[in-house]
């Protein structure tokens, strides 16, 4: 088993910044994928940004320039940057760490950008 702990989610205003952060524990192979996904109300929950523990980062094109993904593998730690924060990136935010045969999510945080 896999627990996942989010944090700092907030309201900020546009323009604004937040970090996120997300912290696993439990049973935890070494090789695993660790990112963030967001679902606004009446959308499909979707990719942010994830990173994987031999270095590679991807992010979605909406997000690209303004949001940085960062993981502390030692800590099993992940953190999410959100800087230039639009109304639109308005969700859950929620983490995921994906290894072999198994994908865990946190309860989410909630993020709020008010124009």
């Known amino acids: 088993q896999v627990q996942l702990v989010e944090s700092g989610g907030g309201l900020v205003q546009a323009g604004g910044s937040l970090r996120l952060s997300c912290i696993a524990s439990?049973?935890?192979?070494?090789?695993?994928?660790m990112g963030w996904y967001r679902q606004a109300p009446g959308k499909q929950r979707e990719l942010v940004a994830i990173?994987?523990?031999?270095?590679?980062?991807d992010y979605a094109d909406s997000v690209k320039g303004r949001f940085a993904i960062s993981r502390d593998s030692a800590k099993n730690t992940v953190y999410l940057q959100m800087n230039s924060l639009k109304p639109e990136d308005t969700a859950v935010y929620y983490c995921?760490?994906?290894?072999?045969?198994?994908?865990?999510w946190g309860q989410g945080t909630q993020v709020t950008v008010s124009s």
């Open positions: 995921n760490l994906k290894t072999i045969g198994l994908s865990s």
């Open positions: 439990g049973n935890i192979f070494r090789v695993n994928t």
């Open positions: 990173s994987t523990t031999t270095g590679n980062t």
